[in-house]
């Protein structure tokens, strides 16, 4: 039988698994806000993906707690657990990977993203950041709202104080997107240490049923 210091271990990564799906459930939908600088920075399908691991992360905690309360000798469900948890790990990885990578060019990209956006939300980027063009004044810039109200202001003062929307766009972006792969990594190590202490929970199981049917073929008279 698996001890109790063994079941704690293996409640409390479980629990940490169900607090990993409700944040990162809770982020996904509250980033989907109207909100500017993070609605450029994280896409539509990105919050997609962060919804999809959010629901795995669930039903993979659904599936480990109907897997554990099961009799002890039957493994069925604590094998599914450990090949759900396999198949979380690899969508950890693929997710957290691709916004780590995304950070690697993270001035070129957010061009492109600024450059799709309209012309009014740019000009409301523009007042927020008080900044004029992504690269310099004559990129992407927009002549209208407070900050960049004419064409002299963003040919003269801007240019003279270097104030392009470049800098605070991607220094948002790399705060935010280092802390969502960060964390997003950080669910690995939950999902190993469930996975193992499963592995644990299995063997335990199986060698007291072991024992259990030794000593039932010894009439029930245990150990000497």
């Known amino acids: 039988m698996p ?25 996904s939908i509250v980033w989907r806000r109207p909100n500017l600088l ?13 919804l999809i691991l959010a629901i795995t992360l669930l039903v993979s905690w659904i599936i480990s ?15 599914l657990l450990n090949w759900v948890l396999i198949i979380d790990g690899i969508f950890i990885l693929v ?6 990578f995304y950070t690697l060019q993270e001035r070129a990209n957010y061009h492109e993203v600024f450059s799709t956006l309209s012309t009014q939300t740019r000009i409301a980027i523009q ?16 002549v ?26 991607t220094a948002f972006a790399d705060m935010t997107l280092n802390n969502i792969f960060s964390t997003i990594y950080g669910y690995m190590a939950i ?7 499963t592995m644990c929970i299995i063997y335990k199981r ?10 039932e073929k010894r009439g029930g008279r245990g150990f000497v």
């Not at 993070?38 to 962060?50: I, K, P």
């Not at 997710?95 to 780590?100: C, H, K, L, P, Y």
């Not at 999902?191 to 202490?197: D, E, R």
Request: proline share 2%; net charge negative.
């Open 3 to 27: 001890s109790k210091k063994l079941m704690g271990s293996w409640a409390f990564f479980d629990f940490c698994l169900l607090t990993a799906g409700v944040v990162t459930l809770a982020l």
């Open 38 to 50: 993070m609605n450029m920075v994280l896409s539509q399908s990105d919050l997609t993906a962060g």
């Open 65 to 79: 707690v109907g897997a554990i309360v099961q009799p002890n000798h039957v493994l069925g469900g604590l094998y």
């Open 95 to 100: 997710i957290g990977t691709f916004v780590w």
């Open 127 to 142: 007042d927020q950041l008080k900044c004029c063009g992504y690269f310099n004044s004559s990129d992407l810039s927009e």
């Open 144 to 169: 209208g709202g407070t900050f960049c109200a004419n064409q002299t202001f963003i040919d003269v003062t801007n240019n003279a104080t270097e104030n392009f929307c470049v800098t605070p766009i």
């Open 191 to 197: 999902v190993i240490l469930l996975f193992l202490a």
């Open 206 to 215: 199986k060698e007291g049923e072991r024992f259990r049917r030794i000593d």
